[in-house]
C-alpha cells in the first residue's frame, strides 16, 4: 500500500508546490480534521491493492464564500477557514484532483467525484461548481463534472 501513496504524495507536492505557497490548503492533520467536519466525502480517493491511484479534494461552501474566492478577495486557505461545519452549502469548490500516471484517462477521476458530488448533494442544495485552474486536463475535468450534472461552473481568474 505505501508504494502509491509514497508516489501520490511525492507528485501532489511536486504539482501543487503547496508547502512554498502559503495561501493553498496543505492537508495536514489538523485540516484534515476540519474538512472530515465540513464533509465526509470533501477527500475522496479510488484505491486499488497498492493504495491511492487517484485523490480528489472538493469542499462545499456557501455562494458568498464561492464568489468572494473567485474575486481573489480571500486565498484558497481562507476559503477553508471561513467554511464553517454545519452551514448550509450550495456551492462546491472543485480543489484539486490527482490521478497516477498510468491511471489517468480511464474515467477514475470522474468516477470518484461523482459519487462525492453525489453524496454532497444528498446535504445541501448544491447549485454551483468552481475552480482555480492549475493545467488544461484540470479545466477540462471541471468542465466535464459541470456539464454531466448540469451545473454551472466558475473559474477563478489566474494571476
Given at each position: 500500500?505505501?508504494?502509491?501513496?509514497?508516489?501520490?504524495?511525492a507528485?501532489?507536492?511536486?504539482?501543487?508546490?503547496?508547502?512554498n505557497?502559503?495561501?493553498?490548503i496543505?492537508?495536514?492533520d489538523?485540516?484534515?480534521?476540519?474538512?472530515?467536519?465540513?464533509?465526509?466525502?470533501?477527500?475522496?480517493?479510488?484505491?486499488?491493492?497498492?493504495?491511492?491511484v487517484?485523490?480528489?479534494?472538493?469542499?462545499?461552501?456557501?455562494?458568498d464564500?464561492?464568489?468572494?474566492?473567485?474575486?481573489?478577495d480571500?486565498?484558497?486557505?481562507?476559503?477553508?477557514?471561513?467554511?464553517?461545519p454545519?452551514?448550509?452549502?450550495?456551492?462546491?469548490?472543485?480543489?484539486?484532483?490527482?490521478?497516477?500516471?498510468?491511471?489517468?484517462?480511464k474515467?477514475?477521476?470522474?468516477?470518484?467525484?461523482?459519487?462525492?458530488?453525489?453524496?454532497?448533494?444528498?446535504?445541501?442544495?448544491?447549485?454551483?461548481?468552481?475552480y482555480?485552474?492549475?493545467?488544461?486536463?484540470?479545466?477540462?475535468?471541471?468542465?466535464?463534472?459541470a456539464?454531466?450534472?448540469?451545473?454551472?461552473?466558475y473559474?477563478?481568474?489566474?494571476?
Amino acid at each position: 500500500m505505501k508504494k502509491n501513496l509514497e508516489r501520490m504524495i511525492a507528485l501532489v507536492t511536486e504539482f501543487f508546490n503547496t508547502r512554498n505557497d502559503p495561501d493553498q490548503i496543505s492537508v495536514n492533520d489538523e485540516q484534515r480534521k476540519r474538512l472530515e467536519a465540513i464533509h465526509p466525502d470533501t477527500m475522496s480517493e479510488y484505491a486499488n491493492e497498492d493504495g491511492p491511484v487517484v485523490w480528489i479534494l472538493m469542499i462545499p461552501t456557501t455562494s458568498d464564500t464561492m464568489q468572494r474566492f473567485l474575486k481573489s478577495d480571500i486565498s484558497e486557505r481562507q476559503l477553508l477557514m471561513e467554511t464553517k461545519p454545519g452551514d448550509t452549502y450550495d456551492a462546491i469548490y472543485l480543489c484539486s484532483a490527482y490521478v497516477l500516471p498510468e491511471f489517468r484517462r480511464k474515467g477514475l477521476a470522474k468516477k470518484t467525484a461523482m459519487e462525492a458530488i453525489a453524496n454532497m448533494q444528498k446535504d445541501h442544495p448544491i447549485k454551483a461548481l468552481y475552480y482555480w485552474p492549475f493545467s488544461e486536463d484540470g479545466k477540462a475535468s471541471a468542465q466535464a463534472l459541470a456539464k454531466e450534472l448540469g451545473l454551472p461552473l466558475y473559474q477563478k481568474a489566474t494571476s
